[in-house]
C-alpha cells in the first residue's frame, strides 16, 4: 500500500481513538438541554468543534489523495471516508502490478532470435505477449488483469520464457528444470531447446527523442577507446516487421522501438574519425560497415543423424543435432570438452575426433562418444579435427567448423582437417558438424511420405503418401498439417509453407513441423510445398488439395502453389507424395 493512503487510514483510526465515547456523550448533553435546559460544557463543545475540523481536514485529505469527483456530501461518515481511502490503496496496487506486467511483457517482445528472425516457435511467444498486451492495457485500473499478477511473480509461461532467456546463467539447476518445463508445455519444445543452446537475446531498449532526431544525436556520449573512436552509429527501428538481428558494440548505439518486431530501415552514420582503409574484418575488436565476408558454407541438407555434445564453461553438458550450432556466440565462454556420435549407427563408419586443449596440445585421435577435452579443469579447446573411417567411410564426407575468440566463424573444414587456431590463447566458443553422403555414392532411393492432418472437429489424423489427408462432403476444414520423409533418404529434405485464414502466407517450414494451428479453428486456403538438399535434383513432389466450391486442383509440384488466396474457402483434404526423375 502506498504510504499516503497508509498514513490516512492511522488518521482515521486515530480520529475514533482521540475522541471516545463522544456521541454517547453528546447524547447525554441533548437529552440535558431538552429536559431541564442545561447547556453542554465549553469543554464538550470545543471537542465536538475539534472532531469537526478532524473529520473536515481527513475527508479532504481523502478526496483530493484520490481526485475523486465524488462531492464532500456523499462521503458523510468516518466509515464512508475508509473505504473510500481502502479502495483508493486497492486501485494503487493494482496499477502497480499492471505497470509491471507491461513492463515484463515489453521485455519478451524484445527476444529476437540470433539467426532466425522468423523463428516459429518465438513468434507464438511474441503473439501470446501482444495478445497480453492488448488486454491488460485496455483493462480499468480497479480490474486487474487475471494475468497480471502471475507475469509479476514469474508464474506465467510468458515470464519463464524471459526468465530463461535473461537470467539462464544465474539459475540453478532445479530453477531452470521448471522454468524449462514450464516453457515446453506451453511454446513446444523447440524453444526450450533454442534457450539452452543461447540463440535468443534481449535487444535493450534505448527509447529516440521524440521530437528530431537531431537533439538525439548530439546527446549521444563518444565512445570509451584506447584507440581513435569509430563511427558512431544510431539506429532507429520503426514499423511492424521481425527485427533484424544487430550485433551491438560498445562503439554503437542501438535506440530500439517498444515495438521489437520493428524493422531497423533508418540508418544515420555520424563520423567522428576517418576510418583507415586498412581496417579489416579480424575479429570483434573491429567494426566494419558493410556485409560480412563470405563464409564458404557445407551442403548441410541430407546430413546423418548426429549428436554433438558440448561442454561449455559455466553452463556444462549440452546436446546438439547435425549441422547445429553447439555453444556460446557473444558471451565469451569457452567450449571446454567435445564428444560426436553417430545417432542410429551406420554398420562399417565411425566417426573420430581430436582436439589441442589450453596446457596439453593436440590429444590423440579419440571414437565416437568419448569426450576430447575435459571437465572440470578449466582448459578451453582451441582447435579440433574430425574424420570418419570404415568400410563405409568413402561413401560419406564429414564437415565442422568453429566459432572463435576474436576470430569469429571460419570457413568449413573436412575430413581431418584442423579446423583453429595453435599457440594463440584464442578460444573456441561454438562447433557445428555434420556428415553428408558423397556426391558419388549417392542414388535416386524411393521415397515414402507420412502426413499428418489435423482436422475440424476431428483433431490429428495421420496418412501415408498417395493417401488422401482429410474428408469430403462433410464440410469440415484442414487446420494445419505436417508431412515427413519417412524413413529419411540422405540428401533429401521437404519444406512447406500454408496460406491460413487471417494470417496469410506462412514461412517456409521444414518436415514435420506444422504448418497451420492447433485449437484456433482457422482454415488452411491453399499451400505448397518443394524439395531441399543434395538429391532435391533426382526428385519431383507432387500434390492436390480437395477445395471448398471447387472440388480437387490439379495436380502442382515443385513450389508451385495450390489452392485460393482471399476466397474464403477452406482446404478439406490434401494428397502429396514423390518421385524420382526419369
Known amino acids: 500500500m502506498e504510504a499516503p ?8 483510526a486515530k480520529l475514533s481513538e482521540t475522541y471516545p465515547n463522544l456521541a454517547d456523550r453528546l447524547s447525554t448533553a441533548a437529552k ?24 473536515a481536514s481527513v475527508q479532504k485529505q481523502a478526496l483530493e489523495l484520490n481526485k475523486s469527483a465524488v462531492a464532500p456530501g456523499e462521503i458523510a461518515s468516518l466509515k464512508d471516508i475508509q473505504n473510500l481511502v481502502e479502495t483508493a490503496a486497492s486501485s494503487v496496487g493494482k496499477a502497480e502490478i499492471r505497470d509491471a506486467a507491461l513492463k515484463v511483457l515489453d521485455r519478451v517482445l524484445a527476444i529476437g532470435h540470433r539467426e532466425q528472425s522468423d523463428f516459429g516457435a518465438l513468434q507464438s511467444v511474441h503473439a501470446k505477449a501482444r495478445e497480453l498486451q492488448r488486454a491488460i492495457s485496455s483493462s480499468s485500473p480497479t480490474q486487474l488483469h487475471s494475468d497480471a499478477e502471475s507475469l509479476v ?17 544465474k539459475l540453478d539447476d532445479e530453477q531452470w528444470v521448471i522454468l524449462e518445463e514450464t516453457v515446453s508445455a506451453a511454446f513446444g519444445k523447440q524453444l526450450a531447446v533454442a534457450i539452452s ?20 544525436l548530439k546527446a549521444a556520449p563518444e565512445p570509451k577507446m584506447a584507440a581513435q573512436p569509430l563511427p558512431e552509429v544510431i539506429i532507429i527501428p520503426s514499423g511492424n516487421a521481425a527485427p533484424k538481428q544487430v550485433a551491438a558494440r560498445p562503439q554503437i548505439q542501438i535506440l530500439e522501438s517498444p515495438a521489437p518486431t520493428a524493422p531497423m530501415h533508418e540508418v544515420i552514420i555520424v563520423p567522428s574519425v576517418e576510418v583507415p582503409k586498412s581496417l579489416q574484418p579480424t575479429g570483434s575488436g573491429n567494426i566494419v560497415f558493410g556485409a560480412p565476408q563470405d563464409v564458404q558454407q557445407a551442403p548441410v541438407e541430407g546430413a546423418l543423424g548426429i549428436k554433438v555434445l558440448a561442454h561449455i ?43 589441442h586443449v589450453e596446457g596439453v596440445g593436440d590429444t590423440a585421435w579419440v571414437s565416437g562418444g568419448e569426450l576430447a577435452g575435459f571437465r572440470g579443469q578449466a582448459k578451453r579447446i582451441e582447435g579440433f579435427a574430425v574424420r570418419l573411417n570404415g568400410p563405409q567411410a568413402d561413401k560419406y564426407d564429414v564437415f565442422y567448423s568453429a566459432h ?11 575430413n581431418g582437417e584442423y579446423c583453429g587456431t595453435r599457440g594463440k590463447a584464442l578460444r573456441i566458443e561454438g562447433i557445428k558438424v555434420w556428415i553428408a ?44 498439417f505436417q508431412i515427413k520423409i519417412e524413413p529419411p533418404v540422405p540428401g533429401l529434405n521437404l519444406q512447406y509453407m500454408a496460406h491460413v485464414e487471417g494470417v496469410g502466407d506462412t514461412a517456409w517450414i521444414s518436415e514435420n513441423e506444422l504448418a497451420g494451428f492447433r485449437g484456433k ?28 466450391n471447387v472440388g480437387d486442383t490439379p495436380v502442382a509440384s515443385n513450389g508451385q502453389y495450390c489452392g485460393t488466396r482471399g476466397k474464403g474457402l477452406r482446404v478439406e483434404g490434401m494428397t502429396v507424395w514423390v518421385e524420382a526423375k526419369a
Open 313 to 355: 564453461q559455466g553452463i556444462g553438458d549440452r546436446t546438439f543435432g547435425s549441422g547445429e550450432y553447439a555453444g556460446t556466440k557473444g558471451r565469451g565462454l569457452r567450449v571446454e570438452g567435445f564428444g560426436i556420435d553417430i545417432e542410429s549407427p551406420i554398420p562399417g563408419l565411425n566417426v573420430e575426433y581430436m582436439a
Open 5 to 12: 493512503h497508509k498514513d490516512l487510514l492511522q488518521q482515521i
Open 521 to 548: 479453428a482457422k482454415r488452411i486456403e491453399g499451400f505448397a510445398a518443394r524439395l531441399t538438399g543434395e538429391q532435391a535434383d533426382k526428385y519431383d513432389v507432387f500434390y492436390t488439395a480437395h477445395i471448398q
Open 437 to 480: 553422403p558423397s556426391a558419388s555414392s549417392q542414388v535416386a532411393a524411393p521415397v515414402s511420405l507420412k502426413v499428418l492432418a489435423h482436422i475440424q472437429g476431428i483433431g490429428d489424423r495421420t496418412f501415408s503418401d498417395r493417401e488422401y489427408a482429410g474428408t469430403k462432403a462433410q464440410g469440415r476444414r484442414v487446420e494445419g
Open 32 to 55: 440535558q438541554l431538552q429536559d431541564s435546559g442545561i447547556p453542554p460544557s465549553d469543554s464538550l463543545l470545543q471537542e465536538a468543534a475539534a472532531y469537526s475540523s478532524n473529520f
Open 197 to 216: 543452446r543461447g540463440k535468443l537475446t534481449i535487444a535493450e531498449m534505448v527509447k529516440a527523442a521524440p521530437a528530431k532526431v537531431e537533439p538525439a
Open 153 to 169: 511473480s514469474g508464474k506465467h509461461p510468458v515470464s519463464a520464457v524471459l526468465a530463461l532467456v535473461e537470467q539462464q546463467d
Open 404 to 414: 572463435i575468440q576474436n576470430i569469429g566463424d571460419t570457413d568449413v573444414s573436412s
